[in-house]
């Protein structure tokens, strides 16, 4: 490669390869935020815990494989390994579910497989979950009835067992999200 590869270089190289990915993305809470923001909070988490760089650069990909599938153009794990290396894109597809399968058996493969994922995908995992779980409880999506935001945190809950032990810092801030969004939608209740 030409250019320095330095870390704030790859960095911003990842974000802007996941902002072209999500251009025409959205979040599906109420305002519609661009869905670049949660990529970018969820890489946020990560750096701000001590993840190490492969997992931050993971966590901007995270979504690019999964959410382009209906794009002219998909990302390819293949894509992902020319762009950012074998370790990255391994990361990017222990997080990425297989979405030929129902969303329910999906979501029972995140509990079931979560205790198997490497230390990097287990703290992106978090890291998302704890981004998913902000969102829920401050800008759920209008159509998302009380009982179903309260199966997603408990479900996040169970995931979340299974991926703890790689890293404390983000173990606990996870905890202390899922107990504000379970304390918050009580108090809706
Ligand atoms: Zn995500």
Do not use: C
């Amino acid at each position: 490669m030409d250019q320095p590869d330095t870390t704030p270089a790859q960095i911003l190289r990842a974000a802007v390869f996941a902002a072209r990915v999500h251009a025409t993305h959205r979040r599906k809470g109420a305002s519609a935020e661009p869905y670049v923001n949660h990529v970018l909070e969820v890489a946020r988490i990560l750096a701000e815990n001590g993840a190490p760089q492969e997992a931050i650069l993971a966590g901007l990909l995270h979504d690019t494989v999964e959410d382009s599938d209906q794009d002219p153009e998909p990302i390819t794990h293949e894509r992902l390994v020319a762009e950012f290396g074998e370790t990255v894109a391994r990361i990017v597809a222990e997080a990425t579910d297989d979405k030929s399968l129902p969303k329910e058996t999906r979501k029972a493969l995140q509990v079931k497989h979560a205790p198997k994922k490497s230390d990097a995908a287990k703290m992106l995992k978090l890291a998302d979950k704890i981004s998913n779980l902000r969102a829920i409880t401050a800008a759920p999506p209008a159509n998302w009835e009380h009982a179903r935001r309260v199966e997603y945190v408990g479900w996040a809950g169970r995931v979340a067992v299974g991926l703890k032990g790689a890293n404390p810092a983000l173990d606990a801030l996870f905890d202390a999200t899922y107990r504000e969004a379970m304390a918050t939608l009580a108090a809706e209740a």
